[in-house]
C-alpha cells in the first residue's frame, strides 16, 4: 500500500481518506523510538498523535547495554557523560544501608550485582531522550498527524480503517499502539489484558546525596514497596520509591523536611547528609499484560502490551526490544511481498517477546509480592521465605545469569542489538 488521499463523496461533503502502510498511535517514548526505528528499516508509516498535552516527563530511566547498543544504531545515543551515569553496580537489600554501601570491596549485606566492574545500564533523563527522538524524527519523510477525540476503529478484511470526531480517516493494513498503559487502541480492540495491581504508586524525585555514589543503584525493599535511588551524575540519586496508596498520599503530602527524614529512615544514617533537589511527583503503578499482544491489523508495543512494576527499572528497555522485534518481523514481511496485517507478523512477534516478557514480569511481580507484603491484601509467601532474604539469594548461581538477563540482549535478539 502507497500512502495517498483519496477524495470521497460523502453526501455534499468530501472526506479525505489518507492511505497509509503503517499507523503509529502514542505520544511517549516508545512512539517516538518506534517511528525512529521505521524511518532506519525504510518502511514508511504515518504517526497520529493525540492533542499535545503539558505531560512533562520528570523521570529518569535506566538504560540497559542492549538497548544502549540500540539507541546509538538509530542515532538517538548522543548523551554527554554529563548526561547519562553509568551504573556499575546494583545493591538490593531489606535492611538499612550501612556507610560503605557504595564502597565495592566492602562486606554489605543483600544482593549484590555485577558483571566484574563492568558498565550494567546508564541512567539518563527521559526529557532528553525525548528530545533526541522529536529532533531525529522531525527530518523522517513520514507524516505527523493530530487527531481529535477517541479514534474509531474497524478492522476489516481490506485492511484498517481508523476515523476521529472531526472525521479524519485513515486506511491503513497495520496499526502499532504505543499509547500506553491504558491504551484506547487495545481497548477498544477487545484484547484482554491482565491486571496484576498492587495497589502502589511511586514517589519520584530528584536527591543530592552530598557524597560519591561511585555509580552504585541502590534499592531497599520495604513492607510497603522498593525505594531505589539510580545515580546520576557524581553525587546525585533519582529516586523511586513505591507505596501502597494509602501510605504514598502522606508522604507525597509531608513538607520537605518531614520527606527527608522519612528518606533517611527509610536508607540509614549514612544517608543523613541528603537534600532534595527537585520536585517531586507521584506516578500510578497499573502492572499488567496483554498476552495476545495483538489481532490482525493491530500490534502493541511498550506499556500498551506490558506494563511493568519499576522496581527491575525494565519497563522502557522491554519497550526497545519490542521495537526492535516488530521492524525485524515488518522488514522480512515486507521482503517477502507480504501486507503488514499478515497473521505470521503477529506470531513471529509473540514468539520472539513472549519469553522475555514473563520472565521479567514473574520477576518483578515475584519480588514486588515476597517483599512488599504490606500492598496486597493477602500474604502469598510465608514469613519464613521473607526472612531468608536477599542475602541468601546473594550466594546463588543464578544471580550472575539474572544480572546478565539485566543487561539485556539475553531473551531477545534482533537486528537493532547488533554491535554498531
Ligand atoms: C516511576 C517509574 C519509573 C520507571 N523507571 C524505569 C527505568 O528506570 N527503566 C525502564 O526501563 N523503565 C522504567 N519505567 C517504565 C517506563 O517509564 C515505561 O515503560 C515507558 O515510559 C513506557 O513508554 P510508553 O511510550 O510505552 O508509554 P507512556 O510513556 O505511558 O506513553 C503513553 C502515553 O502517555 C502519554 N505521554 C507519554 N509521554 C508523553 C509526552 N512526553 N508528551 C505527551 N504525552 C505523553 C501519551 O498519552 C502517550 O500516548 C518506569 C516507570 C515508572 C512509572
Redesign the pocket.
Same mark, same amino acid.
Given at each position: 500500500m502507497q500512502t495517498n488521499n483519496i477524495k470521497i463523496l460523502h453526501g455534499l461533503n468530501i472526506i479525505m481518506v489518507h492511505k497509509t502502510p503503517i499507523v503509529v498511535?502514542?505520544?511517549?517514548?516508545?512512539?517516538?523510538v518506534m517511528c525512529s526505528a521505521l524511518n532506519y528499516f525504510g518502511l514508511e508509516y504515518t504517526r497520529l498523535l493525540?492533542q499535545?498535552?503539558d505531560?512533562?516527563?520528570t523521570?529518569?530511566?535506566?538504560?540497559?547495554i542492549a538497548?544502549q547498543k540500540m539507541l546509538s544504531r538509530l542515532n538517538l545515543w548522543s548523551f554527554s557523560n554529563k548526561n547519562s551515569t553509568e551504573i556499575r553496580n546494583i545493591l538490593v537489600s531489606q535492611y538499612k544501608f550501612s556507610e560503605n554501601c557504595f564502597n565495592r570491596n566492602s562486606e554489605t549485606s543483600g544482593l549484590h550485582f555485577s558483571l566484574d566492574g563492568e558498565i550494567m545500564a546508564w541512567?539518563i533523563e527521559?526529557?532528553n531522550l525525548?528530545k533526541n527522538c522529536q529532533k531525529h524524527n522531525s527530518k523522517s519523510p513520514s507524516l505527523i498527524e493530530n487527531y481529535y477525540g477517541n479514534l474509531n476503529i474497524e478492522y476489516t478484511e481490506n485492511g484498517v480503517v481508523i476515523n476521529d470526531i472531526r472525521r479524519k480517516k485513515w486506511h491503513t493494513e497495520l496499526i502499532i499502539a504505543?499509547?500506553?498503559?491504558?491504551s484506547a487502541i487495545r481497548e477498544s480492540a477487545g484484547l484482554r489484558s491482565t491486571s496484576m495491581a498492587a495497589n502502589q504508586e /511511586?514517589i !519520584?524525585a530528584r536527591i543530592n546525596l552530598n557524597r560519591l555514589h561511585h555509580n552504585f543503584a541502590v534499592q531497599r525493599f520495604l513492607p510497603d514497596g522498593p525505594l531505589a535511588l539510580?545515580p546520576i551524575r557524581t553525587q546525585e540519586a /533519582?529516586l !523511586?520509591w513505591?507505596l501502597s496508596k494509602t501510605k504514598s498520599a502522606n508522604i507525597f503530602n509531608l513538607s520537605e523536611g518531614e520527606f527527608k527524614r522519612k528518606i533517611i529512615n527509610a536508607l540509614g544514617d549514612s544517608f543523613k547528609k541528603m537534600t532534595l533537589c527537585s520536585e517531586k511527583k507521584i506516578?500510578?503503578?497499573k502492572p499488567s499484560v496483554t498476552r495476545s499482544m495483538g489481532r490482525p491489523g493491530l500490534i502493541l508495543?511498550?506499556?500498551?502490551n506490558h506494563?511493568?512494576h519499576?522496581l527491575a527499572?525494565?519497563?522502557?528497555?522491554?519497550?526497545l526490544a519490542d521495537v526492535a522485534v516488530i521492524c525485524d518481523c515488518l522488514s522480512s514481511a515486507k521482503k517477502n511481498g507480504l501486507s503488514f496485517s499478515h497473521p505470521s507478523i503477529l506470531s513471529e512477534y509473540r514468539a520472539r517477546r513472549r519469553l522475555e516478557v514473563e520472565a521479567i514480569i514473574a520477576l518483578t511481580q515475584g519480588l514486588n509480592r515476597l517483599f512488599s507484603y504490606n500492598s496486597f491484601k493477602f500474604k502469598t509467601f510465608p514469613s519464613s521465605l521473607t526472612n531468608i532474604g536477599l542475602g541468601i539469594m546473594d550466594s546463588l548461581p543464578i544471580k550472575k545469569q539474572l544480572a546478565k538477563i539485566a543487561a539485556g540482549g539475553v531473551l531477545t535478539s534482533a537486528s537493532l542489538f547488533s554491535d554498531v
Open positions: 498511535v502514542g505520544n511517549g517514548l516508545t512512539a517516538e493525540s499535545r498535552n505531560f512533562v516527563d523521570r529518569t530511566t535506566t538504560i540497559n538497548s541512567t527521559n526529557e525525548f504505543c499509547d500506553g498503559a491504558n /511511586a !519520584v539510580m /533519582a !523511586v513505591s506516578w500510578g503503578l508495543a511498550g506499556d500498551s506494563s511493568i519499576p527499572g525494565m519497563g522502557f528497555n522491554l519497550a
